[in-house]
């Protein structure tokens, strides 16, 4: 016990460790997009930009159903909180005719759900 006063030894003050790497330097290193900037064969790049553009696509296809599946929960008025379209299309920043129309398509992803339960 350090700090009691039958202690004959004073108390001792930890210093932070040392650093023992540089740190890095305040340059970023240049912007890299998978890598498509070092290929230098054309068809090569052709063919390896497809692929991420429509791996991108089907991405963003599927990420665009869990919106209207999430918008389409929230908006559930079974749900003692649920939201408004206006309040749904303020917080996934669309105007409330699209969130309406997301929440519309949400509900038709979920019917197949409800009837498995």
Do not use: C, N
């Not at 340059?27 to 998978?34: A, I, K, N």
């Not at 008025?77 to 749904?88: C, V």
């Amino acid at each position: 016990m350090p700090d009691s006063p039958e202690s004959s030894e004073p108390t001792r003050r930890r210093r932070p460790a040392q650093l023992l790497f540089e740190p890095q330097s305040a340059e970023p290193e240049p912007e890299r997009f998978f890598d498509l900037e070092s290929i230098e064969d054309p068809a090569e790049l052709l063919r390896r930009s497809t692929e991420l553009a429509l791996a991108f696509r089907a991405a963003a296809e599927r990420a665009t159903d869990f919106q209207a599946v999430a918008a389409a929960q929230l908006a559930d008025p079974r749900r003692f909180d649920a939201l408004s379209d206006a309040e749904i299309a303020q917080r996934a920043d669309w105007t409330p005719d699209y969130a309406a129309k997301m929440i519309e398509y949400g509900r038709t992803l979920l019917q197949p759900r409800r009837h498995e339960d």
